[in-house]
């Protein structure tokens, strides 16, 4: 069965350092990868998406995520926070449909609560 | 492209009665809709698939006679909570599927942007 463990539930930065969530997930087969990003009482934001491409992906915002199967590994990164950053941020997994009995559901994290101190 | 909407974005009710959420996919055709719930500070919970016509699929522990859905149309699912209680009182968040989609992008999932549902 697939799951997804991120690390820590919050992670706190100063404005203008860099941004790392981390990621680890579980899954029988390839799994697709996402990040999204939920704002105080906001719906959610897909940040970015791994499907078996490229192992680098690039996001929204300037964020990107690096897959790592040998880790099994999917952790989040952005060079420079901004103040805008802060949010829960939510790693999801979702296994190939049909394979194993999967639907090709999204399994959600815990979330990590991002904040960034001016 | 891709957004979904609901409504309404917030609503109080009394206990004992029934809300209706609605979910909309507005410029794609949703095969399947998805609801979830979410308490305070906490990782979003399925609590049932939809897909347009037929009957919806509960995740284990979710009252279907409670938790109510339609899938109507290709574009519309709704989620009537019934009976509500202060327990319920939560965030109800639903995506959708575009149909058109192809490969991998095929089960990406658009996310409304939640309902806040409070029981007095």
């Known amino acids: 069965a697939q799951s997804v463990t991120q690390l820590d539930s919050h992670v706190s930065v100063s404005e203008g350092t860099p941004v790392l969530l981390r990621c680890n997930y579980s899954?029988?087969?390839?799994?697709?990868l996402f990040w999204y990003v939920q704002h105080p009482n906001k719906g959610l934001q897909l940040l970015l998406k791994y499907t078996s491409a490229a192992t680098l992906v690039k996001g929204i915002n300037g964020f990107e995520a690096e897959f790592k199967k040998s880790e099994t590994s999917f952790h989040l990164t952005k060079p420079s926070a901004h103040m805008s950053d802060a949010a829960e941020y939510f790693c999801v997994v979702s296994d190939v449909p049909g394979y194993g009995g999967s639907q090709g559901n999204l399994i959600f994290g815990k979330g990590t609560k991002l904040s960034v101190k001016p | 492209g891709a957004v979904v909407s609901q409504h309404p974005s917030r609503v109080i009710c009394k206990s004992g009665t029934s809300v209706k959420i609605e979910c909309r996919s507005l410029?794609?055709?949703?095969?399947?809709m998805f609801w979830y719930r979410q308490f305070p500070k906490k990782s979003l919970m399925l609590m049932a698939t939809?897909?347009?016509?037929?009957?919806?699929?509960?995740e284990q522990g979710v009252e279907k006679d409670k938790f109510l859905i339609n899938h109507a149309s290709l574009t519309l699912s709704t989620l009537t909570v019934t009976s509500a209680h202060p327990e319920d009182s939560s965030f109800y968040i639903c995506s959708a599927r575009d149909r058109s989609s192809g490969g991998a992008n095929y089960y990406e999932q658009y996310f409304g942007p939640g309902t806040r549902l409070t029981v007095t």
């Open positions: 939809s897909n347009e016509g037929s009957k919806a699929t509960y």
């Open positions: 410029d794609f055709q949703a095969t399947t």
């Open positions: 899954s029988s087969y390839s799994p697709s």
